[in-house]
C-alpha cells in the first residue's frame, strides 16, 4: 500500500488547479463533453498517465465527472458504455438490447463524460465549462467562476430552485424536439402519447409543429423556452438525418438540454444509435420508434413520469400495434 502511494506522489508533479485549468481548456478546445478519455488528456497536456488517471477518478468521486469502460457487447460486437456505479451488475445493451452480466465484459477502454447535474444544479465547487448553444444560432461558452460558483451564470441558466412548481407527477410536460421535415411521424407519436394516457391540453405537451401545442400566437420560440421550460420537462428527441442537418434543431438541442434533466432519445430509422453525437451522446439511452419492446419501455416510462394509470395490456396491444403500422407506411412511402 505504502509504496503505490509513494508512486503516487512521484508523479503529482502538477498541482490539481493547474491540471484543472488545462482540463478545462481541454474540454473547450475539443468541444466536448462526453467521450473524454484520461490517456489522451495525459498525452495532449503533456502530464503523466498516472497522474492523469488519478485527477480524472477524483473529479469522478466529487462527481463531476461519470467514468464508463468501454466493452464490445458479447452478443453483437457493439461498443458499450457501462457506468462505473452501475449497481445491479447488469447492462441492457443498445443495439441488441441483450441483457449482459457486467462481470463477463471485458474491458478495451475507459471514459469519462461530464455531470451534467452537478453543472446546471450549480454544487458549489462546480468549475468545469459549460459549453452551450443558448443564443440563437451563436455558439457560446459560459464558464463558471471558480470562486463564485453558480451565482457568476445566474440569469443565464436557471437554476434548480427556481420556478419549480410542486406536482404529484415526475414531470410535468413533456417537449418533443423534432426536426419540422419529420412532423408527420410527430403526429403519430402525440397520437400515441394520447393512447398512454397523456390528456388533450396543451399544458402537458409542446410540439412546435403541432396546432395547439406549439408558441402562443405572437411568441418567439427560444424566448418561450427559456420562459416556460424547467428541469422537470420531460424532452423527447426525435433523431434523424434531418434532425442532425437542422442548425435551428441543433440549437434547440443546445438549450433544452441544458435546461432539462429528463430525455428520451427516440431513433427514426435508418437513424441508428452509433450516429447519435452532439449533447446526447451514444450513452445516452435511445428507443427505436419502430421497434415493439422500445415502445413498451417507453409507454412504461411516460406513465411513471405523469403518474399515469396503467393501460390494459390488451389494448395497449392494439394501439401498439397500430402505430407500429402506421409508421412502417410512413418510413416505406
Ligand atoms: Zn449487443
Not at 437542422?246 to 434547440?252: G, H, N, Q, R, T
Not at 434533466?261 to 420508434?289: A, C, D, V, Y
Request: hydrophobic share 35%; with cysteine.
Amino acid at each position: 500500500m505504502k509504496g503505490i502511494f509513494i508512486m503516487y506522489l512521484k508523479n503529482m508533479r502538477n498541482s490539481k488547479e493547474s491540471i484543472m485549468e488545462r482540463f478545462e481548456e481541454w474540454t473547450i478546445r475539443k468541444r466536448k463533453l462526453d467521450d473524454l478519455n484520461p490517456y489522451k488528456f495525459a498525452r495532449e497536456i503533456n502530464i503523466d498517465e498516472n497522474e492523469a488517471i488519478y485527477f480524472f477518478k477524483e473529479l469522478e468521486t466529487e462527481g463531476y465527472l461519470i467514468g464508463y469502460i468501454i466493452c464490445d457487447c458479447p452478443a453483437c460486437g457493439n461498443e458499450c458504455y457501462v457506468e462505473h456505479y452501475n449497481i445491479d451488475n447488469l447492462y441492457e445493451c443498445e443495439e441488441c438490447e441483450e441483457l449482459i452480466n457486467i462481470r463477463n465484459l471485458r474491458k478495451k477502454d475507459v471514459s469519462y463524460s461530464i455531470n451534467k447535474e452537478m453543472l446546471v444544479n450549480g454544487i458549489k465547487k462546480c468549475v468545469n465549462p459549460i459549453e452551450l448553444m443558448l443564443e440563437e444560432h451563436n455558439e457560446k461558452v459560459i464558464r463558471i467562476d471558480r470562486n463564485k460558483g453558480v451565482d457568476s451564470i445566474k440569469g443565464k441558466i436557471k437554476t434548480k430552485d427556481e420556478g419549480v412548481i410542486k406536482m404529484e407527477r415526475k414531470s410535468t410536460r413533456i417537449f418533443i424536439s423534432h426536426s419540422e421535415k419529420d412532423k408527420v411521424i410527430v403526429r403519430k407519436l402525440i397520437r400515441l402519447l394520447h393512447d398512454i394516457g397523456i390528456p388533450k391540453q396543451k399544458e402537458f405537451i409542446f410540439c412546435s409543429s403541432y396546432e395547439g401545442y406549439n408558441v402562443p400566437p405572437g411568441e418567439d420560440i427560444s424566448e418561450y423556452i427559456r420562459k416556460e421550460f424547467d428541469e422537470n420537462i420531460l424532452v423527447i428527441f426525435m433523431l434523424s438525418e434531418n434532425f442532425y442537418n437542422s442548425p435551428a434543431c441543433l440549437c434547440e438541442m443546445g438549450a433544452v438540454w441544458v435546461k432539462t434533466k429528463k430525455h428520451i432519445p427516440l431513433l427514426i430509422p435508418p437513424f441508428q444509435f452509433k450516429e447519435i453525437k452532439g449533447f446526447l451522446n451514444s450513452n445516452t439511452r435511445g428507443i427505436h420508434i419502430n421497434k415493439s419492446e422500445g415502445l413498451d419501455s417507453f409507454s412504461k416510462k411516460i406513465t411513471e413520469e405523469f403518474n399515469l394509470p396503467n393501460i390494459d395490456i390488451t389494448i395497449w396491444g392494439n394501439d401498439k400495434r397500430d402505430f407500429l403500422e402506421d409508421i412502417k407506411n410512413l418510413l416505406e412511402g
